[in-house]
């Protein structure tokens, strides 16, 4: 341990070991000037029953004090309404929950405690299960014949003319329509029943249609069925030379299409988990553990919503100059 003075009134200790040191009371341990949140790379925090007061480690190192609900700087962020809290229980259902629950016995001894989330003694310390910020990918079903089904229509436009040579011009909108219903074939096990939002991509299928993004809602429900709708507008102007004589017009077409594929939304756990103990371990009496500086692999903190999706879709284009 080394002290550094800072002024009178104010020390910052640096520890090699988790230990509360005991001082007299006319020494005030502060936290480094102008530090308001927890830091963002603490990996492990205890409540110091007697101050009222969070302790924050990384690894062996002391971080500093914190008054309770100072705040915390999350890993993941991610949009309103695509996290939900986690339980005790759906903490316990990740894939790495044997990590966590050793690293905490390697750091607190193998001592009696409960697992708890979302504690009201640190209600800005949540555990929660969030929709990851990539973007979901929906995968066609088999060949293109089979994953889709279109029919396509021609149509003329308004803006005929007749006479001597000259020019029709045509302003035209390309509008591509499609509604997306998609069904949940295998629920996530964490957080049934919530409705979370993805942000969702149907790649592009060649002479059918561009890729397409949009945001969804799906509802962690098995054979839950959602539907979302996007569109795409562009203006373009079409001329077309009229011989002497002829009448002239613009044909199009209006593509309808309906293409299924299939997805996952995956779903992080992020946060903190407390093990609180019935006796004190290492000074304190609970401990938490944050699960993403434990769980560094994405996959040892995630659970997956699948589902499969149906997209109408309409467009319209191939606008074509016509004489007669």
């Keep these: 341990m080394h002290l550094t003075w800072c ?32 830091p963002r790379d603490a990996t492990h925090l205890a409540l110091d029953e007697q101050t009222r007061e969070i302790v924050a480690f990384r690894g062996d190192e002391l971080l500093g004090r914190f008054p309770i609900a ?36 390697n750091n607190w001894g193998k001592g009696s405690y409960n697992v708890v989330t979302n504690d009201k003694d640190f209600p800005d310390a949540p555990a929660q299960i969030c929709v990851s910020t990539d973007v979901v990918n929906i995968v066609p079903d088999g060949s293109q014949s089979a994953s889709s089904s279109c029919q396509t229509e021609t149509s003329t ?27 949940v074939t295998k629920e996530s096990s964490i957080s049934t029943g919530v409705s979370v939002s993805a942000k969702v991509e149907f790649p592009a299928i060649v002479d059918v249609t561009s890729a397409l993004t949009f945001t969804s809602t799906f509802t962690n429900t098995l054979s839950t069925s959602t539907s979302s709708t ?30 299924t594929g299939t997805g996952m939304v995956r779903m992080l756990g992020t946060g903190w988990v407390w093990f609180e103990f019935n006796n004190p371990t290492k000074g304190h009496y609970k401990w938490g553990l944050n699960i993403d500086a434990t769980l560094t692999n994405q996959d040892d903190r995630s659970t997956f919503i699948e589902f499969k999706s149906t997209t109408g879709m309409s467009s319209t284009g191939n606008y074509t ?4």
């Design 230 to 259: 996007s569109g795409q507008t562009d203006t373009d102007t079409a001329t077309q030379n009229i011989p002497e004589g002829k009448t002239c017009y613009f044909e199009f077409t209006t593509q309808t299409c309906t293409i």
């Design 157 to 183: 436009s308004q803006g005929m003319q007749d006479g001597t040579n000259g020019t029709i011009t045509l302003t035209h909108q390309a509008d591509t329509q499609s509604t997306t219903t998609s069904t």
């Design 70 to 105: 100072s705040g915390i700087s999350s890993r993941d962020t991610a949009p309103t309404g695509s996290c939900a809290d986690m339980s005790s229980d759906d903490v316990q259902k990740l894939p790495g929950w044997n990590t966590l629950q050793s690293t905490a016995v």
């Design 7 to 38: 002024d009178q009134e104010d020390i910052i200790l640096t520890f090699s070991q988790q230990k509360e040191l005991l001082l007299p009371e006319s020494v005030v341990v502060k936290t480094p000037y102008g530090a308001t949140a927890l």
């Design 321 to 324: 100059g016509m004489c007669h």
